[in-house]
């Protein structure tokens, strides 16, 4: 292989990347799962609650690097993520308080984080 094609095999591979992302990108946009569409979601959802700067974009930040990528169309999803996001914030740890603003703790997932309950009482 001569330099020459070794340069032309990467510039189309490269492209053939760049594209592959420019897709994801408008497929995210599209279908309302980009980033900040997703803590907008939450906010609104536990609009309610107060929320520490920052709470939500670390979520989802976390949920989206651990390989979660929900469709916000689907009831089910929707639950299960507000679910997982009122687990990974301290929510409980401060007994349910409605008043006490939220702060984003640690993805609550038995996979990512084992050890992590933010259930469990230590009294």
Excluded: I, K, W
Aim: net charge negative; glycine share 8%; hydrophobic share 35%.
């Amino acid at each position: 292989m001569t330099r020459r094609d070794f340069l032309v095999l990467s510039s189309s591979f490269v492209g053939m990347l760049g594209g592959c992302a420019g897709q994801q990108g408008y497929r995210a946009a599209a279908t309302g799962t980009h980033p900040c569409a997703l803590a907008q979601h939450l906010a609104e959802h536990f609009s309610y609650l107060v929320l520490d700067e920052g709470t939500a974009e670390g979520f989802v930040r976390a949920y989206e690097s651990n390989g979660g990528s929900p469709e916000l169309q689907d009831p089910r999803v929707r639950s299960d993520l507000h679910r997982q996001f009122l687990m990974s914030t301290d929510f409980f740890q401060n007994g349910a308080d409605e008043t006490r603003p939220l702060r984003f703790v640690a993805l609550y997932d038995p996979y990512v984080t084992p050890c992590y309950n933010p259930l469990a009482s230590f009294d």
